[in-house]
């Protein structure tokens, strides 16, 4: 499917719609590996072997992965030092640090509320 371009205000990109570019976006960001990624960042710089010491599971494609979508949606940067061998930062774009609060609210919720839900997949599953 073919993403469909954004034009008109913000306001009217339409996350319902399948080939939504605000979907696409949504869609994208919405993983645990990129909700991981953005709360590990925070407010520093890490490295790459830091990210991927940091978030326990995550295999190196993967982390290579999210960390190239999340800098083409401009929510990471992504700088390169000419060092032997080479040194490669990552830092949270103005868009990526104003996901932040987003990102802290979903793991607030889910320190909150993961009795609840482990109880509820209990009796479910029971």
Excluded at 18 to 39: G, H, P, Q, T, V
Excluded at 65 to 85: A, F, I, S
Excluded at 91 to 102: C, D, N, S
């Amino acid at each position: 499917m073919v993403t469909k371009q954004f034009s008109g205000s913000p306001e009217d990109a339409d996350l319902t719609r399948a080939d939504s570019l605000a979907r696409e976006i949504f869609s994208d960001i919405a993983n645990k590996w990129a909700l991981l990624i953005i709360e590990s960042i925070g407010d520093r710089t890490r490295r790459f072997s830091e990210l991927r010491d940091e978030i326990e599971g995550i295999s190196h494609k993967m982390l290579t992965q999210n960390l190239r979508m999340l800098e083409r949606n401009g929510l990471v940067e992504r700088t390169v030092h000419p060092t032997v061998p080479p040194r490669v930062d990552y830092t949270l774009t103005e868009p990526g640090r104003a996901l932040r609060p987003v990102v802290d609210g979903m793991c607030d919720w889910t320190h909150r509320y993961l009795g609840d839900i482990e109880a509820s997949r209990g009796r479910f599953d029971g």
